[in-house]
């Protein structure tokens, strides 16, 4: 990582925020540009990172050529533009950022490139689709299309339940959000009643068993599709080949991944949960730094959670990451 930190600042001064979007695992990579701060290789000042005099010496002598930052991905969707203009009046001003429920929110553009996806791949028209958690208000967004045949919220944040059953009354699906913690079983009326389940589970291999888990209980038996975002940014790549594993095991197959797909809104508590950022760098972002890759799972029939009934009680500490630690 060293070396390719070298080869895009050989390009010129970067954002610090903008570089942590593009690199994988965070904690990796802040530790990487510490180290090279404290070497006198680069320097950080107003969250510019720009390379010192013996930082493009020793670019030159390890014959590094300037290079772009990795992209965000191949992710080229064609976005309905009045939805997102719609979804925009309902979600700007509505922030639903409480620390004790992980809750982040996705930019209106992610929202709706997943819902272009979604589309594009079959998942919308006539479905009857549940969200597992739903801070980023994607309720909304899929009632505005007007497409599916079903839509049901499950959160644990009234705030969320108000705001989204008014709005989805408005829309023509009357009452469809409804309390629901997932520690807890997920009640008869959610059970097998579902084409679809949507969810950003708590990056974290239990967070995303648990969610996943609740999902395959609510769709119907005969299978179904996903759609779940993880991030790279604050999980190893230990951790991902564990939920692929434990996906795999439930009875899903990955079968569309949509790298740095969905973007966040930089946050107001993001400096409540990133700790030990490296001296010179403002603790706010300009835009999106935090991204999300989408995935798309088939659940075959039969498949099984890990996580079943009041299993999830013994998930209750550990389950939401409240810290990244750099």
Known sequence: MKNKILSCLLKGSIDFWKMTSRMTYMPDFVSVLKKMGKAGLVEIENSLVSLTAKGKKTAASLKLSPQELPSLGVNEVKVDQKLLRDYKKYAEGKLFEKDEFD????????????????????????????????????????????????????????????????????????????????LKPLTERFKGKYDVFITEPPDTVKGVALFFSRGIEALDKRGGAAYLGISRNDLKAVDISKIEKDILQMGGVITDMFSHFEGYNPSQIDFTWVKGLPSGVNKKAKESWFYSELLRVQVLAGATPLIKGSQGEKFRKGFIKTEIHL
């Open 103 to 182: 809750q982040l929110q996705i930019t209106p553009l992610g929202i709706s490139k997943k819902i272009a996806v979604m589309k594009k791949l079959g998942d919308l028209k006539g479905k009857r689709i549940v969200c597992l958690g739903d801070d980023d208000l994607m309720g909304i967004a899929l009632a505005l299309t007007g497409e599916p045949k079903q839509i049901t919220v499950l959160d644990i944040d009234p705030e969320i339940l108000d705001y989204e059953n008014s709005v989805l009354k408005k829309l023509g699906y009357g009452k469809s959000a409804f309390p629901c913690n997932f």
